[in-house]
């Protein structure tokens, strides 16, 4: 398996430029979020599906988009990219026991830098 | 709002020695709490997830403690070495059970 994927692993845009980060899971989990990570913020999160077809909004969700068309992906998409929006990002799955949410498994984040 | 505070930004401790981060928060009641282990430039991995009915979970060397009167958790790494050098995170579900909400996390240094 290879776990949780994330494309591209570094990007840089122009103000204004809009592009979409790609997050794919093969563990057919059916929770996946997106987090952003900025120095002495921690991990915040940004959108967050827990089945295809369903998204909600977490902390930090304005300037993204998301969607979930199957179990497998999750693209987040800059509509209009700012500087604050500078920052890592990771992608995020997780499955659902009896008992709950379990563990999250993350990927190895995109850095992106917006100028 | 759930807020999550973990005790110190930095923590320096010997090789051997026993290293003790704290976890609090305040405004609700989760139903679990998780410990993650962060090195530079790469994502969190998960360590150790424990319920709210538990008081207490092993792993090795780490151990997790929960005391939902306090509203507190414990992470012990004993006998440390250089090695677990990293960023600990904690984190909690959101009262919805949808999420997780994570603390700004504590950077652990061990010198050998």
């Known amino acids: 398996n290879a776990g949780v994927t994330q494309t591209p692993k570094f990007q840089v845009l122009k103000t204004g430029q809009s592009m979409t980060l790609q997050c794919a899971q093969d563990?057919?989990?059916?929770?996946m979020s997106w987090y952003r990570q900025d120095p002495g913020m921690g991990l915040r999160l940004i959108h967050y599906s827990v089945g295809a077809g369903i998204t909600d909004q977490g902390e930090v969700p304005n300037g993204y988009n998301v969607s979930r068309s199957t179990t497998e992906d999750f693209p987040l998409r800059l509509l209009s990219a700012a500087p604050s929006q500078t920052s890592v990002y990771f992608c995020?799955?997780?499955?659902?026991?009896?008992?709950?949410?379990?563990?999250?498994?993350f990927g190895p984040g995109t850095r992106l830098t917006v100028l | 709002s759930q807020k999550i505070e973990q005790n110190s930004e930095a923590l320096n401790i010997q090789e051997g020695k026993t290293a003790t981060l704290t976890c609090n928060y305040t405004n609700y009641s989760p139903a679990y709490l998780q410990w993650y282990r962060q090195d530079p430039g790469r994502g969190p991995v998960f360590l150790l997830l424990?319920?709210?009915?538990?008081k207490e979970k092993r792993k090795e060397r780490l151990k997790v403690t929960f005391d939902t009167t306090l509203k507190q958790s414990l992470f012990h790494i004993t006998a440390s070495q250089p090695a677990d050098s990293a960023t600990y995170l904690c984190?909690?579900?959101?009262?919805?059970?949808?999420?997780?909400?994570f603390g700004k996390g504590t950077t652990l240094s061990v010198s050998s």
């Open positions: 424990i319920r709210e009915n538990e």
């Open positions: 995020a799955s997780s499955y659902r026991s009896v008992a709950g949410y379990n563990e999250q498994f």
């Open positions: 563990m057919n989990h059916e929770y």
């Open positions: 984190a909690l579900d959101n009262q919805a059970g949808t999420a997780l909400i």
